[in-house]
């Protein structure tokens, strides 16, 4: 097919693969884009600890910033320290994308701070490598002992990097 240039650089119909249609469906997309109206009519049809591709909804919403969410999801039952395939939790999706109120949120909930995923890094390792030391100092208020777990490599979280940098700018 053409488009009004008549070149077949510019696709003229878009497809979706039923993995996407599954998700955009599901409570994964609407926890993740912080719709909590829809979230709750999906909690309504007992999904919250349904997974699309390993995550849950908590992952998503985690990941994205929606302490509503969050909260909508542990309040209804959602397991707090759910992995991934790759041993991913929402606390460490929280931690690696640097959102403070979810990650005191879910500590505050028991979430565990010292599971590891498949790489052997914990929450405290992903905060660390995406340079939000305000993770890392809560992180450690709740388990000091995280900066000695190495991971699978034999690296321990790099939070000295971050210390010099805060010193430095």
């Given at each position: ?46 999904d919250v600890d349904q997974r699309h591709t390993g995550y ?49 949120y879910l500590l505050g909930k028991n979430a565990d701070p ?56």
């Amino acid at each position: 097919m053409h488009c009004e240039h008549d070149c077949t650089c510019c696709p003229t119909n878009a497809s979706q693969s039923l993995d996407e249609m599954d998700f955009e469906r599901g409570i994964w997309y609407v926890a993740q884009h912080g719709d909590i109206q829809n979230v709750r009519k999906h909690l309504n049809r007992g999904d919250v600890d349904q997974r699309h591709t390993g995550y849950t909804a908590l992952h998503y919403a985690a990941r994205n910033g929606h302490l509503d969410v969050c909260k909508l999801l542990i309040d209804s039952g959602a397991n707090i320290n759910a992995v991934t395939n790759g041993g991913v939790t929402a606390l460490s999706r929280a931690a690696s994308t640097g959102h403070k109120e979810i990650v005191e949120y879910l500590l505050g909930k028991n979430a565990d701070p010292f599971i590891q995923d498949s790489d052997g890094k914990t929450a405290l390792h992903k905060a660390a490598e995406n340079g939000h030391l305000h993770i890392c100092r809560i992180l450690l208020s709740v388990a000091e002992k995280l900066k000695d777990i190495e991971d699978k490599r034999g690296n321990r979280p790099n939070i000295d990097v971050l210390l010099l940098q805060q010193f430095t700018v």
